[in-house]
């Protein structure tokens, strides 16, 4: 049998595997046992990793100012390179503080409820979807489905757990939905997740009811509807009202209040399996 | 004796290909967003698939296309398979074509990332977003689909040299 023959009834018989897995995860709706090895084996070096990337642009910046040192005094040099690193790590500092200030006072607000603090430690490999994998798990009693919020505002809700890690679903994502209330109207409305909006930080809220009176500006927090998300948690604000095609009905964008570009740390709320 | 050296050779190159992978993965779920262009960063799981396939040219080749691609599934916890099976695919389109390929240096390595990204951005667009009604075909394919098949290509210059140390 020839080389090429015999690579094609291999890459069959792999397609014939793949079917299968994809069948059965599609089933179980989860990646289960697989996914969840890969995660525990890649989760420490991904928190490794996690870590210099915070500083890579920082550390690419440090590179590029040194072709401008080299035309100056050695000393002048050093103490620039000294004087510049302290008020980058004291900048860095500050930065971390105001958040860690941010999320306990969010703490304090949320006391009634019961949370956890999470750093991100990975994202979705691909540049289609807005997920992150954060650094507690089932360890830390988190279950799928509890929401996940930040300082600012709704982040998602967690779809996967594993030990020491967990994966959670952004507002901004394609899959995302959730109900929502505008806090001026009191009209409820759903905020889905849209591929061109995504990028944007901005959401779509739809079903808005016909004689609903929305303006640029008006804060959409959670309904509680749906029985996933807690209801009062800010989404972000109706940044445009827009007809759809047809004219018959009314959307708008939300800008969220979350920055999902530079989320870093975030607060799971624990529902201790009551979603699941 | 020139037996048991070329086992343990065979052996080392498995445990260098593991850790590659481990740190390829690794690198692609974090520090790879700090070069994130236009919302878009390099594949650098696909890359790898790609240029190994082209330097390879085994059943080998089709293996590790195999676990790149599910590595790709399991961390972007959708379901399982549509990955593994494109990055399968693109493994054995490069092993199937190594042999015709007159010359295979670095600049037909970025010429098949950059044509094999566009195929797989494009079946991952059909996969999970147009089949369920998403649309933003136009979208999809000016701001995600072009972008990150010329980054991927670009980015290949990057990791051609390690990974032809790796496959050789």
């Not at chain 1, 915070?54 to 103490?79: A, I, P, W």
């Not at chain 1, 004689?211 to 109706?238: K, M, N, R």
Request: net charge negative; aromatic share 12%; glycine share 10%.
């Amino acid at each position: 049998m020839g080389s090429r023959k015999k690579l094609t009834i291999l890459v069959l018989i792999v397609t014939v595997v793949i079917f299968v897995m994809m069948a059965v995860s599609f089933v179980a709706r989860s990646s289960s046992a697989p996914g969840h090895i890969v995660g525990t084996v890649v989760r420490p070096v991904q928190q490794f990793f996690s870590g210099i990337g915070h500083g890579v642009s920082g550390f690419f910046r440090f590179f590029g100012d040194m072709k401008d040192y080299q035309t100056e005094n050695l000393e002048l040099k050093d103490n620039v390179a000294k004087l510049e690193e302290q008020v980058r790590s004291l900048e860095s500092y500050k930065q971390e503080n105001e958040r860690l200030r941010q999320l306990l006072e969010l703490k304090s607000r949320e006391a009634e409820r019961d949370t956890v603090g999470c750093e991100v430690i990975a994202k979705d490999p691909g540049n289609w979807f807005y997920t992150f994998t954060i650094d507690k798990g089932s360890e830390a009693d988190i279950s799928v489905n509890d929401t996940v919020i930040a300082a600012q505002g709704l982040v998602g809700r967690v779809t996967e757990v594993g030990l020491g890690w967990s994966k959670v679903l952004s507002i901004i994502d394609v899959e995302s939905s959730v109900g929502a209330l505008v806090s001026r109207t009191q009209d409820f409305a759903i905020v889905d997740g849209e591929l061109s909006l995504a990028d944007k930080g901005l959401c779509k809220l739809s079903y808005v009811t016909t004689g609903a009176h929305l303006v640029v500006g008006d804060a959409v927090v959670t309904s509680g509807l749906g029985g996933v998300y807690p209801e009062g948690i800010l989404i972000g604000t109706v940044s445009e009202i827009q007809n759809d095609s047809m004219g018959y009905s009314r959307y708008a964008l939300v800008d969220t209040a979350v920055d999902f570009e530079r989320i870093r740390e975030v607060m799971v709320i624990r529902s201790h399996g009551s979603h699941s | 004796m020139r037996y048991q050296s070329e086992s343990r050779q065979a052996v080392w190159q498995i445990v260098f290909t593991v850790i590659f992978i481990l740190l390829i993965t690794a690198l692609q779920t974090t520090i790879i967003r700090g070069f994130e262009v236009f919302h878009v960063v390099p594949n650098l799981l696909f890359i790898t698939v790609v240029c190994y396939s082209l330097q390879r040219g085994n059943y080998g080749a089709l293996f590790f296309g195999f676990i790149c691609g599910l590595i790709l599934d399991l961390l972007g916890g959708r379901a399982i398979g549509i990955n593994g099976l494109l990055c399968t695919f693109a493994a054995y389109f490069c092993v199937y074509i190594s042999d015709s390929l007159f010359n295979n240096n670095m600049f037909v390595s970025m010429f098949f990332v950059g044509l094999l990204t566009l195929v797989y951005e494009l079946l991952t667009y059909i996969f999970y977003f147009a089949i369920w009604g998403h649309g933003a075909f136009g979208y999809a394919l000016l701001c995600k689909v072009l972008p990150a098949a010329i980054y991927n290509f670009v980015f290949t210059m990057v990791l051609y040299p390690v990974i032809r140390r790796l496959a050789s």
